[in-house]
């Protein structure tokens, strides 16, 4: 009973984010950078403004509706590259073995010896910040989870006696693995990219807030938490919502993640990434 | 016993060396000249003497095989090399500030297992109860929420409004200027303790050797003290080692919202400065902290689980 | 036999709580063990003998439950006893070896150590007192070096030895009742015979009544006195082994023993059990109205799609329930 309310609590919280995400340009009433007034600075919620403004007068509501676009952007993209950096290195050890193999665990197991956030870190100050920089950092630091169970499924499978008949069927390397073995590992891969966009989400918050995430003026949650650290006691609506947002999107991304495991594997119930 | 824990410490070697080489490897890509963009900073005009003279003083003219050799070399020896800013050793700076993260590390991990592990572990006694689903409703909103806003809230809450604790800094090193940011850090690893403490429980009271213990007569109370809470130890204790990971890294934020004078602010502070050595170092002695906590924690493990250091 | 049995189940019910369902798994379930004798319990798994077997000494686990019946043990009911004294009875009086010797020792503990808490719950020894009687107890049921062995943990013993020191923890503090859930189901044969002879050996000497579970005709035949067939929760036939054997009255009894090679010889093949019985045992959700077995029976009537026969008694001993009986 209680795995589907997480389930569908959670999907409802992600629906509305990204329900927000696309159509915060016409939901909002106020341009997230252009609209500033410094006659409207720091003013507390009311009617016209929601959320009330921040210390440039912009409409805070505004900008957390368009601060979900960068956050599911930085969300999906910076997953979308990490499972296909994953699977293909998981999926691949797994299948050929030997050498390639002892190549894979070893750099899966450096990845795991550095924190993902240390790492991240170091990416963006090389590259300096900015939501290109951003997807890279975060997109090439949190593959490790999605690798192994990558690996162990592509060991266990490549046994399997289809996997061996469409080898004999003269199916190449590549076209096995991506049509017979990947198909039958998406139940995990999506509950780990799920539950890692929380993480994302949550470490592009933490960046942005170093100052070495997304570039202001462009709205983005944990950039707008930086501003509203000075203006705490002044105006703390300028922190609270911010916060809001980013705790709902993770919790959504969390519940929906526990959820999609309790239906979809539930004896990886008792791990988490 | 001793033999499989020299062997775990000896195991971290070629980790600490490939970390080495991957964090150089990292820093050597930079687009640019580090010197050139360091003084383009802002801070002096572009000159190209200049930029010469620091190639030249921080050896960075000199082929990458080169500097790499140095640097291993370096580390060896456990010198860090010295800061292009300040001028001083890495490695003392880092010492300066390494305690402070240490303390607030394992301060904020304290409290992650003082109140995480019970929770879960009283959760997991009456699975389905109101406490074990509140419990479960907090520990996945724990894990959601962003640490640093947490800790925002905490400052606004105590330290601005009720003017309880002091707002930031170090202080005189005393538990006051601890609290708080211990306290923020220690929520996330709390609340995955106390998810996986109960998961813990509730897989070895299912075990076979629970139902033995309670066939043989054993009391609820030494049932758990005995039989349960040794074996589900073993679990509690991995997941403590693998959470001072994300703990370093929200250390980072953390220090920097409460000014706490550790190795995050200082790696922080480094990066704005492009201060490469020191922010190379930093990485490192967080990676090697990580690593030597977890090698700790493996050792811990096998004197807990026998089966561990005689396979 | 004595003329008051050591352990009276009379109508046992026990039944599996599924949200607000009510599930019955064991159905009026009635026997009786004397002191000393070793009573068998034979049926395929999932029929509820295990989970009898639990009820007896009160460690059903929810959504598993009681819901009538009396367990009469040495006089004392059971089901109305507090549970401090029932937990002082387990263990000291009525003892439990279980299936999986992989399992079911504590992986953390030295096996001596694990023996000798039972010395220590039950007769108030220290734990000094406790180890060196646990090697005597090792010693007892032929553990070679067993000064040594008291030291070993689960994972360096063979599995033969695991179920060994089972048995020493059992029969630690002398029970009046051993309750033996399939001991040598998961060991290799050669070593099943050795574990089935110990059980015989020790329990014959100290006069111990020993509950036989398994779903193997021939372990049981070599084994017990009196023996009873479960099906779908119910006892479908209870009588003496050399009975049953001889004259099997329960068409499923009946299957049983046809499905066995030949007995005596049966070690020697891959057993094949229940060749001769078509269909499986219908899940707890599914059992049919009338007798559980009709779905599956060669006799089956109208009457046994209508209604649950009742036990009928035998002329010597024992009972069955079918309204086709032979």
């Known amino acids: 009973m209680r795995l589907r309310f997480n389930l569908a609590i959670g999907a409802l919280l992600c629906l509305i984010i990204i329900t927000a995400a696309i159509f915060a340009p016409w939901l909002a009433q106020f341009d997230p950078i252009a609209d500033a007034d410094l006659m409207n600075a720091e003013l507390p919620p009311d009617a016209t403004f929601w959320f009330g403004t921040d210390a440039q007068g912009r409409d805070i509501f505004s900008r957390v509706l368009h601060g979900a676009r960068v956050s599911l952007t930085v969300g999906i993209g910076s997953q979308l590259i990490n499972t296909t950096i994953g699977l293909a290195l998981g999926v691949s050890a797994g299948y050929f073995g030997g050498w390639w193999d002892d190549f894979v665990s070893g750099l899966t197991n450096l990845m795991l010896a550095i924190p993902s956030l240390i790492f991240a870190l170091a990416i963006m100050a090389i590259l300096g910040p900015g939501l290109g920089s951003l997807l890279i950092a975060l997109g090439l630091t949190n593959w490790s989870w999605t690798c192994r169970i990558a690996r162990s499924s592509a060991l266990s499978l490549k046994k399997q006696g289809y996997v061996q008949a469409a080898k004999t069927l003269g199916y190449s390397d590549v076209r096995l693995m991506v049509t017979q073995i990947v198909p039958n590992m998406i139940g995990p891969i999506l509950v780990i990219g799920t539950l890692g966009m929380g993480d994302a989400i949550l470490a592009e918050a933490a960046l942005s807030y170093l100052g070495l995430g997304i570039r202001p003026p462009l709205p983005s949650w944990g950039g707008m938490l930086t501003d509203a650290r000075n203006l705490i006691v002044l105006a703390p609506w300028a922190a609270i919502f911010p916060g809001i947002a980013i705790f709902v999107t993770v919790l959504g991304l969390n519940l929906l993640g526990d959820g999609l495991r309790d239906i979809l594997d539930p004896h990886m119930r008792t791990r988490r990434a | ?311 | 036999m004595t003329s008051t049995p050591l352990l009276e189940v009379s109508d046992l019910n026990i039944d599996m709580l599924a949200g607000r369902r009510r599930l019955n798994v064991v159905e009026n379930v009635s026997f009786s063990i004397g002191r000393g004798e070793t009573f068998g319990l034979v049926g395929e798994s999932g029929c509820g003998k295990s989970i009898t077997a639990l009820s007896m000494i009160g460690l059903l686990k929810a959504p598993l439950a009681v819901s009538s019946g009396v367990i009469r043990f040495d006089g004392q009911d059971l089901r109305t006893l507090p549970k401090r004294a029932m937990r002082r009875l387990r263990g000291s009086r009525i003892a439990m070896i279980f299936q999986e010797p992989m399992t079911a020792l504590n992986p953390l503990s030295p096996v001596g150590r694990q023996i000798a808490e039972m010395f220590v719950l039950h007769q108030g020894a220290t734990w000094a007192e406790a180890d060196k009687k646990a090697v005597e107890a090792l010693a007892s049921v032929h553990v070679p070096a067993p000064d040594k062995r008291a030291k070993a943990y689960p994972h360096q013993l063979s599995g033969g030895m695991r179920q060994r020191v089972m048995i020493a923890i059992a029969l630690a503090c002398d029970p009046d009742l051993l309750i033996a859930d399939e001991p040598t189901t998961a060991l290799d044969v050669t070593v099943q015979a050795e574990i089935l002879k110990l059980i015989q050996e020790l329990c014959t000497a100290r006069g111990t009544a020993v509950l036989m579970i398994s779903h193997d005709l021939g372990v049981i035949a070599k084994m017990c006195q009196r023996v009873g067939i479960m099906y779908a929760g119910n006892l479908v036939e209870e009588r003496p082994v050399s009975d049953i054997f001889r004259q099997p009255r329960h068409p499923y009894t009946k299957g049983l023993l046809n499905s066995l090679p030949r007995l005596g010889t049966r070690e020697l093949h891959e057993r094949k059990r229940l060749q001769e019985i078509e269909g499986i045992v219908p899940p707890i959700t599914a059992f049919p109205v009338g007798c559980r077995f009709e779905p599956r029976c060669g006799r089956a009537s109208e009457i046994c799609v209508a209604q649950k026969p009742d036990q009928t008694p035998l002329d010597h001993h024992g009972f069955v329930r079918c309204h086709h009986h032979e």
């Open chain 2, 1 to 311: 016993m001793l033999r499989f824990a020299l062997r775990r410490l000896l195991q971290m070697i070629p980790t600490i060396v490939a970390v080495s080489l991957l964090i150089f490897v990292i820093f050597s890509v930079v687009p640019g000249s580090i010197a050139s963009s360091m003084i383009a900073d802002g801070r002096g005009a572009n000159d190209p003497k200049l930029v010469e003279k620091m190639n030249q003083e921080f050896g960075l003219d000199q082929p990458v095989h080169v500097r790499f050799g140095k640097y291993i070399w370096k580390l060896a020896q456990f010198d860090l090399d010295t800061s292009f800013r300040t001028r001083q050793p890495v490695i003392t700076m880092i010492n300066e500030r390494m305690w402070a993260t240490l303390k607030l590390a394992f301060a904020a991990m304290l409290v992650a297992v003082v109140v995480g592990v019970p929770l879960g572990f009283i959760a997991a006694l009456r699975p389905g109860s109101l406490f074990d689903s509140l419990t479960m409703i907090s520990a996945i909103s724990g894990l959601s929420l962003p640490q640093f806003w947490l800790g925002l809230l905490f400052m606004y809450l105590f330290a601005l409004t009720l003017g309880w604790l002091p707002s930031f800094g170090y202080g005189d090193g005393g538990l006051r200027n601890l609290i708080l940011p211990a306290l923020t850090l220690g929520v996330a690893p709390l609340a995955l303790l106390a998810r996986t403490t109960r998961a813990a429980v509730l897989e070895v009271m299912s075990a076979d050797y629970v139902r033995t213990a309670r066939s043989k007569g054993v009391s609820s109370f030494r049932l758990v003290q005995g039989h349960v809470l040794r074996n589900a130890l073993v679990l509690i204790i991995t997941t403590i080692g693998l959470q001072f990971g994300s703990m370093m890294g929200q250390a980072v934020v953390i220090e920097k919202l409460f000014s706490w004078p550790g190795m995050g602010s200082l790696l922080i502070d480094s990066v704005a400065l492009r201060d490469i050595p020191v922010v190379q170092g930093c990485i490192l002695v967080i990676v090697l902290w990580f690593l030597f906590i977890n090698t700790a924690v493996d050792i811990l493990y096998a004197i807990i689980d026998p089966r561990i250091s005689h396979e």
